[in-house]
C-alpha cells in the first residue's frame, strides 16, 4: 500500500517561492501518476498540477501555468512542486496524491488516491 508524505510548506512573503516534496513509500512512485492539490479553508479540494509516470507530461491549473513546476525523481522516490512568485490567493494546504500510470490524466481528486495528510503554505501580502 502506497503512504505519501508531504513537506516543505511554511509562511512566505508574496512574491516568494517555495519547493514541496512529496515522498511515496510503500511502492515504487514511477508505477503512479503524481498529482498536486490545494485546499484552502471553506473552499474544495483543487488540482493544482500533475505528472506522467515517466515525467513526459505534465498538467497544470490555469492559476499556477508558468509559476508553478513539478517534477519527479523517482530514484529518490519523491515528487516537487516548485511554486515561484507565490501570491495570498496561492495559500492553502497542498497535498499530493496517486493514480495509477496507466490511466488516462486526470484533474479530478476523485481520481487520485492515497492522499498524504498535507502541507501547509502560507503567503502573506
Known amino acids: 500500500q502506497v503512504q505519501l508524505v508531504e513537506s516543505g510548506g511554511e509562511l512566505v512573503q508574496a512574491g516568494g517561492s517555495l519547493r514541496l516534496s512529496c515522498v511515496v513509500s510503500?511502492?515504487?512512485?514511477?508505477?503512479?501518476?503524481m498529482g498536486w492539490f490545494r485546499q484552502a479553508p471553506g473552499k474544495e479540494r483543487e488540482f493544482v498540477a500533475s505528472?506522467?509516470?515517466?515525467?513526459?507530461?505534465?498538467y497544470y491549473a490555469d492559476s499556477v501555468r508558468g509559476r508553478f513546476t513539478i517534477s519527479r525523481d523517482d530514484a529518490k522516490n519523491t515528487v516537487y512542486l516548485q511554486m515561484n512568485s507565490l501570491k495570498p490567493d496561492d495559500a492553502a494546504v497542498y497535498y499530493c496524491a496517486v493514480r495509477p500510470k496507466w490511466l488516462s490524466p486526470s484533474r479530478s481528486p476523485a481520481d487520485f488516491s492515497s492522499w498524504g495528510q498535507g502541507t501547509q503554505v502560507t503567503v502573506s501580502s
Open positions: 510503500g511502492r515504487t512512485a514511477s508505477s503512479y501518476r
Open positions: 505528472i506522467s509516470g515517466s515525467g513526459s507530461a505534465t
